[in-house]
């Protein structure tokens, strides 16, 4: 704030919001502005971004298709943990600010900029993952938060704002803006504010954007079947895809089902509550497979150590640790136990649910169906160890309901 | 094995398998034989028992409708954990036997009896249920568990073995058994052997008890509201319900549109991996609208704390461990963060999917609008704390991106 | 910062840089200033504080001696945890602001303050435990940390602001202040800045004020005996104490053998590393006997999640939250672990080193001298069980081992 | 038990009891026997087994010197994570047992064995350690624990035995045996039994091997240096020593400086408590020399993560769990947190106590004397970023502190 910058690399979408801040950040810091846009599946081309900027006289204009990078880099790792916060929520912001963040820093170390900017507010947990991101990735550098710094707080105030600075604002669109906060990626899109800000009202059927409602989705149920090794799908129905695809595509069925839309109320990192509903139908497909195929192949007390550790795996990226030491370390565990998860699973979608029907594992299977069978055995387990194995783990029990005191 | 008996107490169903136990427990021991046999929602007659255990020469009879108690002190608590093993599973199974181990000791206390039995076999679960259990409730009990000690390890040995001496068979009955082991109480139904013994096949739609497929539920959503105190589910629409009557009509209203359904391979304690299908319907409503409450009045510590723990809870729970200094002290924690757990959930069924649609806390929300709201707060969050709190956070990153090594 | 202020409670030593904090509170925000003085052992006189306060015109004056509240409602609960903060640390500072805090709040609500002061500095934990204590218990309250504030950050600046205020200096106490920062309470002494800012420097002999060095304790050991109650200390060789009694008794034995000497660098809430001497001698005696009183006592499981749960517990003590839900909630379940933490530890003492030597139990002991004996047992332990209990935990293992992949 | 046996590889100790055990293999399953002694640190001379093995008919004979691999691959990853057992045991048998239990099963494998033999009892953790490794690694391998089957279960009749078939007895070294069961190898020698069976009674002088008392150890400090790299030491006093010798050489430092006793009640995982007194010279130099070098070189977050699991971490091989995919998977993470643990300590050992006195690392140290400092640290930090990190860390309280309920 109170330092000068010369250079800085703004995650730049576009639209006016950012427009603004580009204008902004020239004017108040007159340093040079270099835009970011990325297209990490949130659905809208990023190439008009480029006359847009250049419209704006900036000379260093960075535009990327990074969505094969995030469901690579990001998504796939993450769900290999079966990571859930909140026990809900499947993290679809919260995983693509690290991106952003190190594609910031990265463009900032080309272009010798000094600082980064985002459009993120100061209420949210999007100013904290690209901050810290921004911090670990270059310890110098200056971070540049105009929602936190700047008196354009009103709706108002920002049109005035740009029609002073000749930003073009497209009036039809404003006119139409969704009274909801949005953000999307290849893992979701999230709503906020408008009327879910009473957590007692229920979201309305048109602010869906990404699935058709349960109601409307088709009467006979879709199967498909999912081959996954390491952890990670690989192939939908026998064909082998490439992570984003993959995703896009088990977005697209799982939409076409109903199937993964979610209305909580969450705790931020800043110290709120907040109310957000969110679809994720590729992500919700994903982690009903990895759990089953990880129930077929993965050793009981692997799983439940990832269970207990699961929770906080998932508040380090939903706080925006994604670049520091304790994530790191945990991913190389993660990673570790995925070696054997390697199998094909099948589901069932229908109207918003579902359901993992069968899972199989040639090489990896820990399901033994000799062991496991109601029928004869034939001598695979021995019953009378059951006696041995219960008394010895009751013996501290016995031994203390034996005692005086 | 060794010790001569001169009483036991068996957990009686009143069925084929149980009433040869009793008749081959005063045969093997020439010891007295007590029957047991509650209602703990299984939907069965309990009545009948009597007069078959009569019909064998059983002296005492306990017959108990348990189904208050079960959920009340069993269901309720351990739903306050918001507990799922393995991800998946609601423990259904897992949650009925400590009450049942309670009784049998309690009753082996008022007839003076020096042994229990039951029906489980040695490769289960249960077995380890009720006799870590007993021995945690009564240390120097013997424990008599028929399937790990007999030679009847064939229908047919069974049933040869019923015609001598003389127990009636219903062969009616018999032919028409299900091919599935399976269990129920008020919490679930559940289903083993048989075809899923391989698991890569899809459950038979024919299997399923308790609900209708999602297929043929209603076309239209089903909406209920939920009222809870001190974390438990205390009135249905408005309406007080005892523990059981709400658990029954949770069953009713899920199992009517097809929700509860669970197709799962899990570990079990005894060291297999063994697969099973669940039927929880009011269950499944009820995690749903529990967790829907605590997001509204749980602080996020006490959330994220009782996150990290559950998975613990419910290994304790699964393996058999109720009865146990670390379950009795968990469980006061848990209780302790039930305080605040007041307030109304408004839930959506549709074809199988629960959905939680609106949260409200008169007294106890933590969701507070006037922070929270993307509108002007007037004041009552300052962004410029952010960057303070974003910078602390980041220090230590920063110092370590700096090192030299 | 920018709020007006009619009243303030200040946490006043009574020395120097407190008293200039008075004087500025009064100057800068035109407020009232109530002083608060409490002795929780740190071994220098209160009562000169309020000459002091008078002298400066304060009228509402707070003098009172917290020993005994301190140790019987912080200390002890704390140590029921065995609680160590970074394998280390015995955390004597940290416990002690909770109650500083408490009592600043009371204090405000009797008096009708809004604001509250402390003179920790913007550096450091204390500031963050002072505060978050303040906002938990009464959260509409002001903070004012001056050390944040102003610009008197020099010793120069401090000594020209009390003599342009009147405010008395002590020249000579000034010329031979200790070139450590100091914070002393009965739990313990810490010691900061000066040569110990070099982590590789050894801390000079002259430095330690509560403990003699090892090489100069006695040459024989001493042996003490310690009863515990509910896992709290209450007698020392059979003589009842009361809490802070009990604590100054061991802090006097402890320091007359050389105990409770650390020297470590850990890492503060706020972001840093910084190295801090301690010398915690009761401290360190009572944690020996208590891990020594519940290793006879106490469960395994319920010994093995204490210490699973430990580092949290630490964590939010030396971050400063005492005063939040979560603690709360763990507190219980450490609480109820203690039941039967009863009975005595022999301890012997010699040069620097506590050694348990013998404990026992009338009542609570869960050591079985018949099972664990290697003597014949006659019967209480059968072998034969172990056989089933290593066979059934292999099983998942071995599977494993098997598997094709 | 049941099965038949051709050949078995047998722990062989040279002394009389595993003597006994190889005739006894020998006689009672017909088979030929292997034997396999180890030089893991124990003190005794291996050579001598060779001759009294072929006394006996041995025909295949391993023996070996496993210090540097038992060091290197167990001893050292463990202290990575600064492992101990309820709070005080340094796991030096446990740790010893999966070397063992892997060349058992290594050289079953090159000699065509199918069975493997140890001489722990059925009471103690051992018998668990070795099967459970022996099980991971060769799931088929038979495993015969003489000591839970045969009817030798007094002295006098494994002396009968022994004379009867021949086997010498040295009468000399039986009368003078020590009451204590005993166990040694590099890292520890552990004491059980005999008068330590009364938890109340202190161990006599007479009995401990390693160390001098504290009271007659040198009455000056002993001060050394450790060169730590990756989280293990490689250099005393700047001589870089093999992982054995530098476990051998602190041994021999600490024992001369009365360092290393413990005396400890401890649960046992076959489910009852034991008393056992431990001599850990080295070990206890090396885990606070550890501590000290991770307290400069660690990130915070990843330390207090490492303390969340090492009770978990511990428990495992305690358990005898070394060979299991989940401890493989935690080691993973403990190896990478420590690829920044270089640098020296400086320890000073000074009759039974070691204390830290310095630490330094040149490239990897996280202590910023710059931001630490009391001094003026000229803008490194500003400390009115504590406000803004104080505030938003306060908010959930503040708002739980607002509410209604």
Chains 1, 2, 3, 4 share one sequence.
Not at 123 to 134: M, P, S, T, Y
Not at 259 to 280: A, P, Q
Not at 352 to 360: E, F, L, M, N, Q
């Amino acid at each position: 704030m109170s330092h000068s910058v010369n250079k800085v690399v703004l995650a730049y979408s576009g639209g006016l919001d950012t427009s603004i801040i580009a204008k902004w950040l020239s004017d108040t810091y007159g340093c040079e502005v270099v835009t970011f846009t990325a297209d990490i599946g949130q659905g809208e081309e990023v190439e008009p971004a480029r006359a847009k900027a250049q419209a704006m006289g900036i000379k260093e204009i960075y535009i990327e298709d990074l969505r094969e990078e995030f469901v690579r880099d990001y998504v796939f790792p993450m769900f290999r943990a079966n990571t859930i916060y909140e026990g809900e929520y499947l993290l679809g912001t919260s995983i693509a600010r690290p991106l952003i963040a190190k594609r910031l820093i990265e463009i900032a170390n080309e272009t010798g900029a000094d600082a980064i900017s985002h459009g993120a507010t100061g209420k949210g947990n999007d100013q904290v993952r690209f901050e810290l991101g921004a911090y670990a990735l270059k310890p110098g550098v200056q971070v540049i938060a105009p929602w936190r710094e700047w008196d354009l707080n009103s709706r108002e105030s920002l049109m005035n704002y740009a029609e002073k600075h000749g930003i073009p604002i497209d009036y039809q669109k404003q006119a139409t803006k969704s009274p909801y906060s949005m953000d999307a990626n290849l893992l979701h899109i999230s709503y906020e504010g408008g009327i879910l800000e009473d957590p007692w009202a229920e979201a309305e059927e048109e602010m869906w954007r990404w699935s058709v409602s349960p109601e409307n989705a088709p009467d006979t149920p879709t199967y498909i079947e999912l081959t996954y090794e390491n952890g990670d799908p690989v192939a939908l129905d026998g064909e082998r895809l490439s992570p984003a695809t993959m995703l896009e595509t088990l977005n697209k069925i799982g939409g076409d089902n109903g199937v993964g839309r979610l209305d909580i109320v969450e705790n931020r990192y800043v110290g709120m509550k907040s109310r957000g509903c969110y679809e994720t139908p590729g992500g919700t497909i994903m982690m009903k497979g990895h759990r089953a195929i990880e129930s077929l192949t993965l050793d009981r007390e692997v799983a439940h150590l990832k269970d207990a550790l699961m929770p906080k795996y998932a508040e380090m990226i939903y706080n925006g640790y994604w670049w520091s030491p304790e994530r790191e370390m945990m991913q190389k565990m993660i990673d570790a136990s995925q070696e054997h998860v390697n199998g094909k699973v099948r589901l069932k979608l229908y109207k918003g649910a579902v359901t993992a029907v069968g899972r199989s594992s040639e090489k990896d299977s820990l399901f033994d169906e000799k062991i496991a069978t109601f029928e004869d055995d034939e001598g695979s387990y021995n019953q009378a160890d059951a006696e041995g194995f219960i008394k010895l783990n009751a013996l501290r029990l016995r031994i203390a309901a034996g005692r005086k005191g």
